[in-house]
Structure formats: structure tokens, C-alpha cells
Nanobody
Framework: QVQLVESGGGLVPAGGSLRLSCAAS????????MGWFRQAPGKEREFVAS????????NYAIDVKGRFTISRDNAKSTVYLQMNSLKPEDTAVYYC????????????????WGQGTQVTVSS
């Protein structure tokens, strides 16, 4: 099991940017594929982005493709989510998730989850 702590959330106007961080501890970080998910009020949790253990493969939800970038630094055991051109509909609690490779984090799999960080985009 890996422990995950997200940070970097906050209040930002529409069109602004934020960078979320997720620091991992407890296991070898490079053993894990990582992902970001989000949950808006009254809605189900949804996939945002994922990245392979070596950072070479990324995947994005259609809604964020071209605006968000996922990256990782294995030396720092940290995964990032750079969010640009934010929209009010991006408002949600953002969660980091880890799953031991070769599997990727998904909504129903055996992931390790962080506690979440709130992102609020004002119109």
C-alpha cells in the first residue's frame, strides 16, 4: 500500500491555472501507475488523467485534453496535474490514485487513494 497526500487546490478565476501535487510514501513509487480523478458536488467520481510508472504514457479524459497535463517525478515520489484554462465545470475535489503496475488506477479497481484537494473555479 502507498500513502498519498494531495496539495495545490484552491480558488481560481475562470481561465486561470493551478498545479496539483500528490506526494507518495510507503512503497517504491516507480512500481505504480498513477492517476487523477475528480468528483463534483452531486456527481460521481470521474477519471481525469493517468500516467505510466515511467512517465512515458499518458491518457486524458476528453473534457481536459489539451488543457491539463499529468507528469511525475519518481525521484521525488510525486505526481503532478497542471491545469490550465480552467472552467467553472472543473470545480471538484481532485483525488490522486495509485495502482501497482501493470494495472492503472480506475474507478472500481484496487487503488490507493489520497484524501483529495478542493479546486474551485469562479465564473
Amino acid at each position: 500500500q502507498v500513502q498519498l497526500v494531495e496539495s495545490g487546490g484552491g480558488l481560481v478565476p475562470a481561465g486561470g491555472s493551478l498545479r496539483l501535487s500528490c506526494a507518495a510514501s510507503g512503497r517504491t513509487f516507480s512500481s505504480y501507475n498513477m492517476g487523477w480523478f475528480r468528483q463534483a458536488p452531486g456527481k460521481e467520481r470521474e477519471f481525469v488523467a493517468s500516467i505510466s510508472w515511467d512517465g512515458l504514457r499518458t491518457n486524458y479524459a476528453i473534457d481536459v485534453k489539451g488543457r491539463f497535463t499529468i507528469s511525475r517525478d519518481n525521484a521525488k515520489s510525486t505526481v503532478y496535474l497542471q491545469m490550465n484554462s480552467l472552467k467553472p465545470e472543473d470545480t471538484a475535489v481532485y483525488y490522486c490514485a495509485a495502482r501497482m503496475r501493470p494495472q492503472y488506477p480506475d474507478l472500481y479497481g484496487a487503488n490507493d487513494w489520497g484524501q483529495g484537494t478542493q479546486v474551485t473555479v469562479s465564473s
